[in-house]
């Protein structure tokens, strides 16, 4: 999807100008038809915006995951009361404070009354409903079960949303204080080490070796420590575009995979959600390669999404699920083993809500203990760098004023 600026008019004449989220002009010119505008100009906004202006202009859309669960929630329960669709919409566009989210139902209302499908309106904004999300509406749509499936993708969406939160903040922690650390340790040796430097040389007395070392690490962040800093940010930021490429996603993903106590949080994390998506799908009707094939693109990690993929492909070939998946070390062996039964028995939805739930447990309790260890870890090891730092500095301090 792209943002064009559009310049138009009403039936009456009065002048319109704002945004429109599009696939490409041809489509926005349409959508504004739809509105019964006559269009006069429909330009890309961000076509002349360098990369970082546009990454941030995307950061701004204001639509977040908790919102979709809410409007999930709020249409089934509409659904329940038979409200009609396109009221349903408007009552939540109006009802919403996020102007991003009232212009996206205002838009999916229009193009249903435009006979448009439920499904067909809501992929027209790849950016709020992903082709998982969609496809669970078509499936809603064709089996008559809409309500069912918006209050199935609440509770969905309620349980991804909190395996996230709960995975990302045990994994920001340790670093949020790892950084905080390294920033205390950088002004340390840059502003205090110097000024006490000057004491020892100017007393003569013989320094430490350890002492030395310090003082040789203080001139150094003196010296050329901007230098770093700089070499450090533009580091970040070409590791950061790097990641935005199909390459730079699977090598940094199997990086991630592969670092020990991360890696094992991840590999959980991300079985649980896989399981978690082909259950929820199956189970609403969806079949079970295109189940594969939606789930390996909301999986959230280059390396499964690349196992998804290749397994989808030898099931095409008439290969079981099981045997496809039992290939790749990163599936675990009690998943493979769940879902060959669950394919034997033709209870295959089952097996994967059941491992859903398993792995979900696994990283709550795997968080749950890290957490508890991370906090007396990181002040021991907070200790130990400050205090060494220090004593190596002042002991020899201390040993000069016992002289006198």
Same mark, same amino acid.
């Given at each position: 999807m792209a943002l064009f600026k559009y310049q138009a008019r009403t039936q009456s004449g009065e002048a319109k100008t704002g945004?429109?989220?599009?696939?490409?002009?041809?489509?926005?010119?349409?959508?504004?038809?739809?509105?019964?505008?006559?269009?006069?100009?429909?330009?890309?906004?961000?076509?002349?915006?360098?990369?970082?202006?546009?990454?941030?202009?995307?950061?701004?859309?204001?639509?977040?995951?908790?919102?979709v669960v809410i409007l999930s929630r709020q249409l089934a329960t509409l659904f329940q009361a038979r409200i009609p669709v396109v009221d349903s919409l408007k009552v939540l566009a109006a009802e919403t404070t996020k102007p991003r989210l009232r212009e996206v139902l205002n838009e999916v209302s229009q193009d249903i009354q435009g006979g448009l499908s439920i499904a067909q309106s809501f992929s027209r904004h790849p950016d709020v409903f992903s082709s998982f999300y969609v496809n669970m509406v078509r499936s809603g749509e064709e089996s008559g079960k809409l309500e069912e499936?918006?209050?199935?993708?609440?509770?969905?969406?309620e349980r991804n949303y909190e395996l996230i939160s709960k995975t990302r903040n045990a994994l920001i922690y340790p670093a949020f204080v790892f950084t905080v650390f390294i920033a205390v340790m950088a002004l340390m040796l840059a502003f205090v080490i110097p000024q006490i430097t000057v004491i020892l040389v100017e007393s003569g007395a013989e320094i430490p070796f350890y002492t030395r070392v310090v003082m040789g690490l203080s001139e150094f962040m003196r010296r050329f420590g901007i230098v770093l800093l700089f070499l450090l940010a533009g580091a970040g930021v070409m590791?950061?575009?790097?990641?935005?490429?199909?390459?730079?996603?699977?090598?940094?993903?199997?990086?991630?995979?592969?670092?020990?106590?991360?890696?094992?949080?991840?590999?959980?994390?991300? %079985?649980?959600?896989?399981? $978690?998506? =082909?259950?929820? !799908? +199956?189970?609403?009707?969806?079949?079970?390669?295109r189940s594969l094939e939606l789930s390996g693109e909301v999986v959230g990690s280059a390396v499964f999404k690349q196992i998804i993929r290749e397994t989808a492909e030898a099931v095409k070939g008439g290969v079981?699920?099981?045997?496809?998946?039992?290939?790749?070390?990163?599936?675990?062996?009690?998943?493979?083993?769940?879902?060959?039964?669950?394919?034997?028995?033709?209870?295959?939805?089952?097996?994967?809500?059941?491992?859903?739930?398993?792995?979900?447990?696994? %990283?709550?309790?795997?968080? $749950?203990? =890290?957490?508890? !260890? +991370?906090?007396?870890?990181?002040?021991?090891?907070?200790?130990?760098?400050?205090?060494?730092?220090?004593?190596?500095?002042?002991?020899?301090?201390?040993?000069?004023?016992?002289?006198?």
């Open positions: 945004t429109i989220d599009a696939p490409n002009v041809e489509l926005a010119v349409s959508a504004l038809q739809r509105r019964l505008l006559i269009v006069i100009s429909v330009e890309p906004l961000d076509a002349d915006l360098p990369w970082y202006k546009k990454e941030i202009l995307a950061l701004g859309g204001g639509i977040k995951l908790r919102d499936i918006f209050a199935y993708l609440a509770e969905y969406l590791l950061w575009r790097y990641s935005k490429t199909e390459k730079g996603k699977f090598v940094l993903s199997r990086f991630a995979l592969d670092t020990p106590i991360v890696g094992n949080i991840l590999h959980k994390f991300y %079985v649980a959600r896989l399981t $978690d998506n =082909l259950e929820t !799908l +199956i189970a609403g009707g969806v079949t079970v390669l079981p699920i099981s045997e496809a998946l039992s290939r790749y070390k990163d599936m675990p062996a009690l998943v493979v083993q769940m879902i060959k039964i669950g394919e034997e028995t033709g209870k295959l939805d089952f097996m994967l809500k059941t491992m859903a739930r398993f792995y979900r447990r696994e %990283v709550e309790n795997t968080v $749950d203990s =890290l957490v508890g !260890l +991370i906090e007396p870890i990181m002040i021991i090891f907070l200790g130990l760098g400050v205090g060494i730092l220090v004593v190596s500095v002042l002991m020899p301090i201390y040993n000069l004023s016992s002289a006198l």
